[in-house]
């Protein structure tokens, strides 16, 4: 156990609770399974459940709106207000449950590894497991860095508080309260820990654009050749997957900064789904499952023999697993990487429109980045029958305080500044939409996506998209060195029923047009002529 530098006393936060700062994971772990707050796997793994919270609750999601955001924030379905005296009101009903604690555990941790960019935030939990958990997800302070850390932000997670509707001015008793002005962040009536990692990158995404870093919800690794690529991608869409290839170094698998000299990881750890996770289809990750240190959450375990059962969805469809990254092989000792070569937009279209691979402007890059396109598809929701368009601005919509356009236009100029490579990579459907074509070979996307890195794809020959304008390989040599069809590269070609492509494609370029209004008055007249081309004209 570290001891703290800055105390909470100090911070104005009296407690009568024993005080367990900076603890490693052996001990986090022994704490957790003294509380009894999860268990060891056969494999050394701690397995816990988070109730009936098994996902972020967005709803229960509020900004203080105060002087300090009423002009920087985008207010909206995303960014809901919360009054300063109902924050108030929270912060004082937060801080009497504090007093009343016996024990509390504090990490202090950075939040992004570019030491001129990172923030400190200091985390204050009930539970053992939620304070190993951030601690494996955020950046790791060296006991130097402790002795010297002064918090910046504090955030306060207490699973056990109930918020007061009336009283506080939330939705229910749940609450994921930010106080920008205050530095001040208040987590209850959840105990599902991806709150504090997503409430670290929020911070984040609210003060780098200032300083000119484009904060991203994306993976990130380095090929052989020292070429940087970022992949942004909803969930589902294979952003974790496809960045952890052997071949290349894993800078992280989800949020990362892009600056005037790096890439850098704004955490120290992974959090990967584990729901049907194969050995043979990701074995680094597969991997971490048997590794002391890792947090599984919602996993099913045999309570007598303490076996895994990565299929089971019995807990939760979004089982989670988070580890320190260095358990996955071959990644970045500094948690960072030169400035990208290549920009890879990621996306799931179960309407099987959209080729496997198209090659992007900077204004279509920057149209597709605030469209954010990915696909439900049916059984994953109640109600769901069809594909679904799903579109999340900036590939990660509910963690974006600022208005979109602003980190839009931040990655237009660093992709012209850079002249860097842009590309939309579907991992969704082709012969058809869900339900009669298929998913994209795994093979085939690994192809394309190895071709598009490796410069393979700068000398081919390509034709423009009749719907929506972008650069689309005619032929790859590498797919057919696979034994992989051709066809693949044209969607029409794929669909038994051209006709049919050709309806379905307009009802997405209609999607798409309809979903692009609210942005088109903050977006220059370059990115307004990257939208598709209407149907109705086509």
Same mark, same amino acid.
């Given at each position: 156990?570290?001891?703290?530098?800055?105390?909470?006393?100090?911070?104005?936060?009296?407690?009568?609770?024993?005080?367990?700062?900076?603890?490693?994971?052996?001990?986090?772990?022994?704490?957790?399974? !003294?509380?009894?707050?999860?268990?060891?796997?056969?494999?050394?793994?701690? $397995? #816990?459940?988070?109730? !009936?919270?098994?996902?972020?609750?967005?709803?229960?999601?509020?900004?203080?709106?105060?002087?300090?955001?009423?002009?920087?924030?985008?207010?909206?379905?995303?960014?809901?207000?919360?009054?300063?005296?109902?924050?108030?009101?929270?912060?004082? &009903?937060?801080?009497?449950?504090?007093?009343?604690?016996?024990?509390?555990?504090?990490?202090?941790?950075?939040?992004?590894?570019?030491?001129?960019?990172?923030?400190?935030?200091?985390?204050?939990?009930?539970?053992?497991?939620?304070?190993?958990?951030?601690?494996?997800?955020?950046?790791?302070?060296?006991?130097?860095?402790?002795?010297?850390?002064?918090?910046?932000?504090?955030?306060?997670?207490?699973?056990?508080?109930?918020?007061?509707?009336?009283?506080?001015?939330?939705?229910?008793?749940?609450?994921?309260?930010?106080?920008?002005?205050? @530095?001040?962040?208040?987590?209850?009536?959840?105990?599902?820990?991806?709150?504090?990692?997503?409430?670290? %990158?929020?911070?984040?995404?609210?003060?780098?654009?200032? @300083?000119?870093?484009?904060?991203?919800?994306?993976?990130?690794?380095?090929? +052989?050749?020292?070429?940087?690529?970022?992949?942004?991608?909803?969930?589902?869409?294979?952003?974790?997957?496809?960045?952890?290839?052997?071949?290349?170094?894993?800078?992280?698998?989800?949020?990362?900064?892009?600056?005037?000299?790096?890439?850098?990881?704004?955490?120290?750890?992974?959090?990967?789904?584990?729901?049907?996770?194969?050995?043979?289809?990701?074995?680094?990750?597969?991997?971490?499952?048997?590794?002391?240190?890792?947090?599984?959450?919602? $996993? #099913?375990?045999?309570?007598?023999?303490?076996?895994? &059962?990565?299929? &089971?969805?019995?807990?939760?469809?979004?089982?989670?697993?988070?580890?320190?990254?260095?358990?996955?092989?071959?990644?970045?000792?500094?948690?960072?990487?030169?400035?990208?070569?290549?920009?890879?937009?990621?996306?799931?279209?179960?309407?099987?429109?959209?080729?496997?691979?198209?090659?992007?402007?900077?204004?279509?890059?920057?149209?597709?980045?605030?469209?954010?396109?990915? !696909? @439900?598809?049916?059984?994953?929701?109640?109600?769901?029958?069809?594909?679904?368009?799903?579109?999340?601005?900036?590939?990660?919509?509910?963690?974006?305080?600022?208005?979109?356009? /602003?980190?839009?236009?931040?990655? @237009?100029?660093?992709?012209?500044?850079?002249? $860097?490579?842009?590309?939309?990579?579907?991992?969704?459907?082709?012969?058809?939409?869900?339900?009669?074509?298929?998913?994209?070979? /795994?093979?085939?996307?690994?192809?394309?996506?190895?071709?598009?890195?490796?410069?393979?794809?700068?000398? $081919?020959?390509?034709?423009?998209?009749?719907? %929506?304008?972008?650069?689309?390989?005619?032929?790859?040599?590498?797919?057919?060195?696979?034994?992989?069809?051709?066809? /693949?590269?044209? +969607?029409?070609?794929?669909?038994?029923?051209?006709?049919?492509?050709?309806?379905?494609?307009?009802?997405?370029?209609?999607?798409?047009?309809?979903?692009?209004?609210?942005?088109?008055?903050?977006?220059?007249?370059?990115?307004?002529?990257?939208?598709?081309?209407?149907?109705?004209?086509?």
């Amino acid at each position: 156990m570290t001891p703290l530098a800055h105390s909470l006393s100090s911070q104005g936060i009296e407690t009568r609770a024993q005080i367990r700062a900076n603890l490693g994971t052996p001990a986090l772990v022994e704490a957790a399974l !003294a509380a009894k707050e999860g268990a060891l796997s056969q494999h050394g793994a701690l $397995v #816990v459940e988070t109730g !009936a919270h098994t996902g972020r609750s967005a709803k229960d999601k509020f900004i203080v709106r105060d002087s300090e955001t009423e002009d920087t924030v985008w207010w909206g379905k995303v960014n809901v207000p919360m009054t300063p005296e109902h924050f108030a009101a929270l912060r004082a &009903d937060f801080m009497a449950a504090l007093a009343d604690r016996e024990t509390l555990y504090v990490a202090d941790l950075f939040g992004g590894s570019q030491p001129e960019h990172r923030v400190n935030v200091r985390v204050i939990n009930e539970l053992a497991w939620h304070n190993l958990f951030i601690r494996t997800m955020l950046v790791r302070p060296t006991s130097a860095e402790l002795s010297g850390f002064a918090p910046e932000y504090t955030i306060i997670d207490l699973p056990s508080f109930r918020a007061d509707p009336e009283r506080h001015g939330t939705r229910s008793e749940t609450v994921i309260a930010v106080n920008f002005s205050e @530095k001040l962040i208040l987590i209850g009536g959840t105990r599902y820990a991806g709150e504090m990692k997503k409430s670290v %990158f929020g911070i984040l995404n609210y003060l780098l654009p200032d @300083k000119g870093v484009m904060p991203m919800h994306c993976s990130a690794n380095i090929g +052989p050749d020292n070429k940087t690529a970022v992949f942004f991608g909803l969930s589902g869409t294979g952003k974790t997957t496809l960045s952890a290839d052997a071949s290349r170094t894993l800078i992280g698998d989800d949020e990362h900064g892009w600056s005037d000299t790096a890439v850098f990881n704004f955490e120290g750890g992974c959090y990967a789904k584990m729901i049907r996770l194969s050995e043979e289809a990701e074995p680094e990750i597969y991997a971490t499952t048997r590794r002391f240190g890792t947090v599984l959450e919602n $996993v #099913v375990m045999d309570p007598q023999s303490r076996a895994l &059962d990565l299929d &089971d969805n019995a807990l939760a469809e979004n089982t989670r697993g988070a580890y320190p990254i260095d358990y996955i092989p071959n990644t970045s000792a500094d948690n960072l990487g030169p400035v990208p070569a290549n920009v890879v937009m990621l996306t799931a279209d179960a309407f099987g429109v959209l080729p496997p691979i198209a090659r992007l402007t900077p204004e279509q890059a920057m149209y597709h980045f605030l469209s954010g396109y990915t !696909a @439900k598809v049916a059984g994953t929701e109640i109600g769901v029958t069809e594909p679904e368009a799903t579109f999340s601005t900036c590939f990660g919509a509910p963690f974006m305080p600022r208005h979109p356009s /602003i980190y839009g236009n931040l990655l @237009k100029e660093r992709i012209a500044k850079g002249q $860097v490579q842009c590309w939309l990579l579907n991992t969704g459907w082709t012969g058809g939409k869900y339900g009669t074509g298929h998913r994209m070979p /795994i093979k085939a996307t690994r192809a394309l996506l190895n071709a598009a890195l490796d410069g393979d794809l700068d000398q $081919v020959e390509y034709r423009q998209d009749a719907n %929506f304008g972008f650069d689309v390989p005619v032929h790859v040599p590498v797919l057919a060195e696979q034994g992989i069809d051709q066809s /693949i590269l044209d +969607p029409r070609s794929t669909w038994p029923d051209p006709e049919q492509y050709d309806a379905t494609a307009g009802k997405l370029v209609q999607l798409f047009i309809d979903n692009f209004a609210e942005f088109a008055a903050h977006v220059d007249d370059g990115v307004r002529q990257a939208a598709p081309a209407s149907p109705v004209a086509a």
